[in-house]
């Protein structure tokens, strides 16, 4: 996993690389210059342990379309009661504000998802505590996010989104529904 992570962001560190062009003037505007975003999702990373970063391509000032890699830091948490240990997440959004691509969005994603999922085995009569296993599954989900994405004159952006995904594979373990969302922080460039 960590030999698909450092892959993945040398790739993405490649596309910026290949697609830069010399640096604007301190006091230019490139919000609406800028063709590429890469964003951090904090809030998953302090309350879920999640690493989980999104590279997004303007398309026009209404449109772009990016893909997010999410996967597992730490242990899991039982309490969260909910284990994704990967996913990749292409999506598509169309904006709905007068800035160049920022705003209000509406999101429509595609899901590779896998985890674990708790399974109850039996019930211990000896300890009083049922003993589980975790089951592994991998499922394909399909889903709809909203959100809002506000960017500085100098390409630094902060984005909130939540969003709504049913996968399809039918797998047995696989949870039905999966949650998107997030707060992340980033760059324009």
């Not at 209000?104 to 595609?110: L, M």
């Amino acid at each position: 996993m960590k030999r698909f992570f450092f892959a993945s962001l040398f790739v993405m560190m490649m596309v910026s690389a290949s697609s830069a062009q010399d640096p604007a003037p301190a006091s230019s505007d490139v919000t609406g210059t800028a063709q590429n975003e890469l964003k951090l999702n904090v809030f998953n990373l302090i309350a879920f342990k999640f690493g989980d970063i999104t590279y997004e391509a303007i398309i026009n000032e209404e449109t772009s379309f990016g893909v997010g890699l999410l996967f597992r830091i730490g242990e899991y948490d039982e309490d969260i009661g909910y284990d994704r240990s990967f996913s990749l997440t292409p999506f598509y959004r169309k904006y709905f504000s007068k800035g160049y691509a920022s705003g209000f969005f509406v999101e429509g994603f595609a899901m590779l998802n896998s985890g674990n999922e708790d399974v109850y085995a039996e019930f211990d009569e000896q300890t009083g505590n049922l003993i589980r296993s975790d089951e592994k599954y991998t499922d394909f989900a399909l889903g709809v996010s909203i959100g809002g994405k506000f960017i500085s004159k100098r390409g630094f952006l902060a984005e909130v989104y939540g969003g709504i995904g049913r996968n399809f594979l039918n797998s047995d373990f696989a949870p039905e529904v999966v949650p998107r969302g997030g707060i992340s922080l980033g760059f324009r460039f």
